[in-house]
């Protein structure tokens, strides 16, 4: 009858491993003949799948009944209960119950390398029996491998990674936060071909699955040379404060210099101040004196490039009339150089002149 039930095990599981642990188990000595009789005596059932997280405490459970001789509970070829003698070294696997009823073994704290069947031997008076359960473990998602934040130029080829470990495998979404636009990619690696400045910001990357979601963002700079806005003439009336500002868009921030015709302009202390903030240059005249009007030219740059822009300081008379003060919004001065002194008069006349036309 023993030799039996071993037959059955081994046709079973086909593993001498198993086979040999049963032998042992089950106190038989290998070698003897094995009979052929009663191969449809024994009973082999696969009970549903266990599905349970990392972590988590999974209780295997096997039917005892009849009158058993011999039980144990195995992962794989291993045995790791026979009866309430543990074999496993694993501090994690413990006896639960053992009884008339049931064979309860329980594994704490679950991990990947414990997924896998989990067999119940059992050996009754009458005959042998297996039940086999499959255990599966999920893992949350955990994102491993990411990008670093990274400065680019723009018009490069930009490749985000974004890889994450978790199971079932976990998918992967892209995201440009700014803009909130989904990038589409369902990928690993996210392609950015020719960046644009458009393209600059926080990139998100979402990793999910069944159980959880795991999320992490990447900083990306685009650089790019200067655009300064077009400069706007600004009219003035002597002795009284003036400024003009150049805004340049760029990244990294501008440097700002400043000309008045072919001649750099710093600050001074009697009267003319260049004040930086950002992405703004203002040149302030503290007491705009006849020699200051001209042509001045701002130099935004950084160091993909530069951009320039030009800015008439133009006389203004004050008079009665307030909208006069405004003045035209840009002022042809024939000669394109500077404006001096001696045409103090004839820019009066040309900032008053659209006004007279108007009638
Ligand atoms: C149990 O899990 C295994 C492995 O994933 C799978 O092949 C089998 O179909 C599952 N069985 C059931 C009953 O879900
Ligand atoms: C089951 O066997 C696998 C492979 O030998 C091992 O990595 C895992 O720790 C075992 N789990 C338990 C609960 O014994
Ligand atoms: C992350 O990805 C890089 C590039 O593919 C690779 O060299 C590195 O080994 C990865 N690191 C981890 C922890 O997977
Ligand atoms: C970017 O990729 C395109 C297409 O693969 C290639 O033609 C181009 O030379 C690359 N540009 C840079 C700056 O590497
Ligand atoms: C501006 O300069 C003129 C001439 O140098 C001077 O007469 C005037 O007092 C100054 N005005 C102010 C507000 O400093
Ligand atoms: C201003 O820009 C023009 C072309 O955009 C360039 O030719 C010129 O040299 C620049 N001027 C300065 C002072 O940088
Ligand atoms: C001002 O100077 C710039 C640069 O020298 C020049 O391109 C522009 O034509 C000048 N503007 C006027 C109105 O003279």
Known sequence: MRTTSLREYSVCF????????????????????VGSQGDSQSDNRVMDNITARQGDTVLLRCAQGDVVTHTAWLNRSSIL?????????????????LNQEEFTIKIENVDMTDEGQYVCAVQTSSRPRTTSVHLLVQVPPKIINLSRDSVVNEGSNLTLMCQASGKPEPTITWKLISSSVDLGSEDEYLEIPSISRQRAGTYECTAVNDIDTDVRTVDITVNYAPMVSEGRDVGVTPSQ???????????????????KDDRRIFSDFDGIEILNTGSLSKLTFFNVSDGDYGNYTCVAINKLGSSNTSFLLYVVIESTSST????????????GGPIGAHSHTCLLFIAILPFLLRF
């Open 241 to 259: 404060r003036g400024a003009l500002e150049c805004e340049a868009d760029a990244v990294p921030e501008a440097d700002f210099e400043w000309y």
């Open 324 to 335: 006069l003060l405004q003045g035209p919004r840009a002022v042809q001065d024939g000669s």
């Open 14 to 33: 086909s593993k001498s491993t198993l086979l040999l642990s049963l032998r042992m188990l089950l106190l038989v000595p290998a070698g003897l003949p």
């Open 81 to 97: 209960y026979a009866g309430e003698d543990k074999w496993s070294v694993d501090p994690r696997v413990s006896l639960v119950s």
